[in-house]
């Protein structure tokens, strides 16, 4: 599977929760924390997707993709653990927790596999 297949949603879903914090509960933080990296995000898993269509690897995004799901896991790894809030500290913590195991995979074992060009 291919980096940008869960770079995308996974960047919606973190802006859609911004957006949810702020219109339920007026926190700014919320926006910009859950906005700001969503959309760092989907930019991320947008490069990737055009180096692919390039037949080409964005290692830019894949570093990037992985530092910014690292970075989530532990910030929201901390707020879990003051607050003991399942939600959205504890989903965060999870979901930015399992991408960034994957990214990881994804730069171990070279990227996104190229297909060969068909002769």
């Known amino acids: 599977m291919h980096d940008f297949c869960f770079t ?3 960047g919606l879903i973190l802006v859609a929760g911004g957006v949810i914090g702020y219109v339920k509960k007026g926190s700014v933080a ?3 924390g859950g906005a700001g990296t969503g959309l760092v995000l989907i930019l991320a898993g ?7 269509e390039k037949k080409k690897n964005s290692y ?3 570093v990037l993709q992985t530092v910014t799901a690292a970075v989530l896991t532990w910030v929201m790894g901390q707020r879990y653990c003051e607050t003991s809030k399942i939600m959205p500290a504890g989903i965060v913590t999870g979901i930015s927790a399992l991408m960034t195991a994957f990214y990881l995979y994804k730069i171990s074992t070279g990227g996104n596999h190229i297909p060969a060009k068909a002769e």
């Open 8 to 10: 995308i949603p996974y």
């Open 30 to 32: 919320s926006l910009g």
């Open 46 to 52: 947008y490069l990737s997707l055009k180096a692919f």
């Open 60 to 62: 830019f995004a894949l």
